[in-house]
């Protein structure tokens, strides 16, 4: 089993644990926590300084074997140092690392069996992806001295990206994802068993991440891990299993993606129709034990499904009780406009984890009067979980 574990900034909530019976993505079903050997990259302590600045802090990695993991984190988050301390390109100021097993004081243990991207591809733009691939090909010794042994090897890695059809086709004449997919295939020469992708899909069109994000669920289906960066959180929780997050070079959250998002409460938000009523309403839902939020501002958080803005209020409770709450406030002579569920997506934990937008709580107390904060904060969080009866 690989445990989910979050470390949180103080003013954030409720991302920590993982509730009981959270579904697991088979691929990863009856793992333990992996050490330097088993896992594909494993840190420890490991830390980046560029003079006075600490990029990477202390950061404790585990990348299962065989997990499409998507590393996120905010611009300047320390993505990219890690990428290049994991891939040798730098040298770490702090702490120990193991890549397939090996110390990353030692790269040319581990290099030939990893593929990378950083930085985007650059190849020779009057060449056709096939020439470009067969120079690079030689040049790392891929495929042996004889020519058809590397044609084989790059005609399999055109095959795998889909890019057969124009692959005599010059670079220049390549749409953006034809570029990103000869990259890739480029980090496949030299079949490995773990491929480091910085932003693959990042300038891509729909069509394009579409295009990519098949491709990487291929690789990582068939044995491959893929550990890619990106600020594409949809993307991310669409296509990884597995997740790495960081802020301020610190490790704010690895494990699932499912273990993330299920730990996040789910929530019923309510509309009074009357807009004086929603602090009663919240009232009587806080003295239910659960706990309650009133919102001013519609937004991914509060948007009850109404155009105009009203107070929307906030229970985290789970869906089946929502019949419940709309009786509570029908029999309080409170008719609400709208009741819907929501449970947040990973941009929303993301951008509450890595403290880009407030907490309800903390919005509703820059309101200008200010007087109602949470109702029934600080109950058991059993029962505020457990829902109203
Ligand atoms: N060569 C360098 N010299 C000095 N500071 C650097 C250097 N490289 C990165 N930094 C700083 O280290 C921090 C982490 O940068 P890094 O590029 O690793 O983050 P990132 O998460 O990849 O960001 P982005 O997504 O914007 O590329 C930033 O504050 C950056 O300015």
């Not at 090996?102 to 581990?110: G, K, L």
């Not at 906030?314 to 709309?326: F, I, Y």
Request: proline letters at 6%.
């Amino acid at each position: 089993m690989t445990s989910g574990s979050v470390t949180e900034p103080t003013h954030a909530s409720n991302v920590a644990g993982r509730p009981r019976g959270a579904a697991r993505p088979p691929r990863l079903a009856g793992r333990s926590p992996e050490g330097p050997t088993e896992a594909a990259i494993w840190t420890h302590g490991l830390g980046k300084r560029y003079g006075d600045r600490v990029a990477v802090d202390h950061l404790d990695l585990q990348v299962p074997r065989g997990t499409l993991s998507g590393f996120v984190g905010p611009n300047g988050a320390g993505k990219s140092s890690t990428l290049r301390m994991l891939l040798g390109l730098i040298r770490p100021t702090a702490g120990q690392g193991y890549v397939l097993g090996a110390s990353i004081s030692h790269p040319a243990r581990y290099l030939g069996r990893v593929g990378a991207m950083i930085e985007g591809p650059t190849f020779h733009p009057g060449l056709s992806g096939r020439r470009n691939l067969d120079q690079l090909a030689l040049l790392r010794g891929i495929g042996g001295r004889r020519r058809a042994d590397r044609a084989r090897r790059v005609g399999e890695v055109l095959a795998q990206v889909g890019l057969t059809e124009r692959a005599d086709d010059r670079f220049t004449a390549y749409s953006l994802g034809m570029k990103q997919r000869l990259g890739i295939a480029a980090a496949l020469l030299p079949d490995p068993s773990l491929l480091i992708l910085d932003e693959p899909t990042n300038g891509l069109d729909p069509a394009g991440i579409r295009e990519i994000r098949a491709l990487l669920g291929q690789l990582a289906s068939s044995g491959m891990t893929v550990f890619m960066s990106s600020h594409l959180l949809t993307e991310v929780e669409q296509i990884c299993d597995h997740l790495v997050m960081i802020n301020g070079g610190r490790m704010l959250f690895q494990g699932h993606v499912t273990d993330l998002l299920s730990a996040e409460d789910p929530r019923i938000l309510m509309v009074p129709e009357r807009d004086d009523d929603a602090r009663r309403l919240a009232g009587l839902l806080g003295e239910t034990g659960l706990r309650v939020e009133i919102d001013l501002c519609p937004g991914p958080s509060c948007d009850a499904g109404v155009g105009e803005r009203h107070p929307v209020v906030t229970a985290h409770a789970r869906e089946g009780v929502a019949a419940d709450l709309n009786r509570l406030a029908m029999r309080a002579g409170i008719t609400l406009r709208s009741l819907r569920t929501h449970r947040p997506n990973l941009e929303e934990t993301f951008l509450r984890v890595t403290g880009e937008i407030d907490g309800d709580l903390v919005r509703f107390g820059r309101t200008p009067d200010g007087s109602v904060p949470a109702v029934g904060a600080g109950l058991d969080p059993a029962q505020s979980r457990g829902g109203a009866t």
